[in-house]
């Protein structure tokens, strides 16, 4: 159970910091963040959940992160339901909390409320298999990082700051295609706020990262197995 507290508590601070970023600080157009200042964000929420809840849980706040931990021979599967349901209720909790904030300035409409999508909900007009490869691809590298980042030969207590830069770097390269999802239970928690197209585009965002989180397993399981330690 304290596994699960952490996962859900750090995936609504995921999030908060991450998609409150982009809610509430990236929208003024001299003051505002931008897509650097939100990439950053959301890589510090990693970065300090790691060291904060990493030794409680292992800090996934992802379901395609304890998916391809799963398959990388890293996690057991026995825990991988009860982590998915925590991700995504503290992903929502997190995202209830975000929606009370923005709605108390006049004038206030959830809009796209930093959901990700692909179309003409793209940031940069991106398609859908543009939108496809894109979140497999980054999916796949940010688990060949947590992966190589967390092996017992890797340097020890430098993984967070490696995992989180990487999540940057993620967002960095990807958010004018589908806003940077990598993670199901982000895109669930904003979805659910957007509505419609978000809903009706959901599944991109399931599908995709846990295909690029499963591929990434299998890679890094065969390259680098903790077995031949």
Partial sequence: MNKLIAEFIGT???????????????????LGI????VSLAFGLTVLTMAYSIGHISG????????????MGGRFNAKELLPYIGAQVLGACAGAAI??????GTAGFEAGGFAANGYGEHSPGGYN?????????VMTFFFLI???GATHSKAPKYLAGAAIGLGLTLIHLVSIPV???????ARSTSQALFAGGWA???????????????????????????????
């Avoid at 800090?59 to 799963?70: E, F």
């Avoid at 975000?98 to 709605?103: E, G, K, N, T, V």
């Fill in 178 to 184: 589908t806003n940077t999802s990598v993670n199901p």
């Fill in 98 to 103: 975000l929606y009370f904030i923005a709605s």
């Fill in 199 to 229: 809903i009706e585009q959901l599944w991109l965002f399931w599908v995709a990262p846990i295909v690029g989180a499963i591929l990434a397993g299998l890679v890094y399981k065969m390259i680098s197995p903790e077995v031949n330690d």
């Fill in 145 to 147: 990082i947590i992966l």
């Fill in 59 to 70: 800090c996934h706040l992802n379901p395609a992160v304890s998916i391809g931990l799963w």
């Fill in 34 to 37: 931008g897509f650097a200042g």
């Fill in 128 to 136: 859908m298999g543009a939108a496809l490869v894109t979140e497999i």
């Fill in 12 to 30: 609504a601070w995921l999030v908060l910091g991450g998609c409150g970023s982009a809610v509430l600080a990236a929208a003024y157009p001299e």
